[in-house]
């Protein structure tokens, strides 16, 4: 089953204002072609800029993401955002659990999971990530790890809500180290990835498209997106630089 391709920007803690909408002005004028393809582009830039971003690519076909939500709608939770304050920006996308959330600031299933119950209810689309740690890896646990954040982060999730989440396989020992898993590597986790999604929802599984996170470039993407259960990219530094965010944009509509 064909599912559309969708490569996302995670900025993280990078960009002034300014310098994001420099960068998407930048990108905007290059990738009008992707309207006429099967071809998702997000970009997610630190809270401070998603108003600047936004405004500068109304009416494109370019969506904009935060790069996290909390499940309360409002309240005594400091440094947090809400549904509500992303959808007036608008935000059409959330990225929930990546592993930097997980590593430094103690993210659980739990909490993942209840950050997917927000966005959905918000009508955004979120991005949930799961992915193991080198150790992790060498113990020969990756299935385990991924697994038990699946069976945590989509607790409860139904097959129809499903069919509005992205997932993203982010192997922790490939993100900011320039070290990439093989397409192979990639592949067996993304295609185990899809068969747990299919234990909990059947056939809408094959619906649900899994990004694949881990120092993608230019180089990689061709290779990485041909496999048949990579559904594109979570691209982090890459994202950064116009060029290189296109380069994978085009090995994406090629």
Not at 129 to 153: A, F, K, N
Request: proline share 3%.
């Amino acid at each position: 089953m064909a599912r559309r391709i969708c490569i996302a920007g995670n900025w993280k803690m990078n960009k002034t204002r300014e310098e994001a909408v420099a960068l998407v002005s930048e990108l905007k004028e290059k990738v009008g072609h992707i309207q006429a393809t099967d071809t998702d582009v997000v970009v997610c830039p630190p809270f401070t800029a998603l108003w600047g971003v936004s405004e500068a690519l109304a009416g494109t076909a370019i969506g904009v993401g935060a790069q996290n939500i909390h499940w309360e709608e409002s309240g005594a939770f400091t440094g947090e955002i809400s549904a509500d304050m992303l959808t007036e920006i608008p935000v059409q996308y959330a990225i929930i659990g990546h592993s930097e959330r997980r590593q430094y600031f103690n993210e659980s299933d739990d909490t993942v999971n209840k950050r997917l119950n927000a966005a959905l209810k918000a009508g955004l689309t979120p991005i949930v990530c799961v992915g193991e740690t080198l150790e992790q890896r060498e113990s020969g646990d990756t299935e385990t790890v991924v697994d038990r954040q699946l069976s945590g982060g989509l607790a409860g999730i139904s097959a129809k809500q499903m069919e509005s989440v992205i997932l993203a396989y982010e192997p922790v020992w490939a993100i900011g180290t320039g070290r990439t898993a093989t397409p192979q590597q990639a592949q067996e986790v993304h295609a185990f990835i899809r068969r747990k999604v299919a234990d909990s929802v059947g056939d809408v599984s094959q619906r649900v498209r899994i990004l694949y996170g881990g120092s993608v470039k230019p180089g990689n993407a061709s290779e990485l997106l041909a496999q048949p259960d990579l559904d594109g990219a979570l691209v982090g530094g890459a994202s950064l630089k116009a060029d290189d965010f296109l380069g994978i944009i085009e090995a994406a509509t090629a």
